[in-house]
C-alpha cells in the first residue's frame, strides 16, 4: 500500500508542506503548517491510505511528527502538545 507522507519545512523564510512535488503553503507557523499537514494525512489515513507527517529539524533532517493510527486525532492542545509538534517528536500515544 503507498504511503502518504507529508513534510513540513522551512522554504525560502516560509512554513509550506510538500507531498510529492507539491507545495501548499505558505503558513504563518510552524504549527499551523504542521496542524494543515496533520488534516492532510488524517483524511488519507480515512481512506485506507497509509499516512505520516514529517518536519524538518534545524539540521535539515526529517523525523516523524504524527502517524496516522497511532497518534491521536485531533492533535490534542496545551503545552505538551505545542512542545510535541514544534520538536517533531516520536512520542506515541498513550
Given at each position: 500500500?503507498?504511503?502518504?507522507?507529508?513534510?513540513?519545512?522551512?522554504?525560502?523564510?516560509?512554513?509550506k508542506?510538500?507531498?510529492?512535488?507539491?507545495?501548499?503553503?505558505?503558513?504563518?507557523?510552524?504549527?499551523?503548517?504542521?496542524q494543515?499537514?496533520?488534516?492532510?494525512?488524517?483524511?488519507?489515513?480515512?481512506?485506507?491510505?497509509?499516512?505520516?507527517?514529517?518536519?524538518?529539524?534545524?539540521?535539515?533532517?526529517?523525523?516523524?511528527?504524527?502517524?496516522?493510527?497511532?497518534?491521536?486525532?485531533?492533535?490534542?492542545?496545551?503545552?505538551?502538545?505545542?512542545?510535541?509538534?514544534?520538536?517533531?517528536?516520536?512520542?506515541?500515544?498513550?
Amino acid at each position: 500500500m503507498p504511503r502518504a507522507q507529508y513534510f513540513v519545512t522551512k522554504r525560502n523564510g516560509e512554513w509550506k508542506i510538500r507531498a510529492g512535488y507539491r507545495y501548499s503553503g505558505p503558513y504563518p507557523t510552524k504549527r499551523k503548517a504542521l496542524q494543515v499537514a496533520i488534516d492532510f494525512a488524517e483524511r488519507d489515513g480515512q481512506a485506507g491510505r497509509e499516512a505520516q507527517v514529517l518536519v524538518q529539524g534545524e539540521d535539515r533532517l526529517f523525523r516523524p511528527a504524527w502517524t496516522y493510527g497511532r497518534d491521536p486525532y485531533p492533535v490534542e492542545t496545551g503545552a505538551s502538545a505545542d512542545s510535541k509538534l514544534a520538536a517533531g517528536s516520536n512520542a506515541k500515544s498513550g
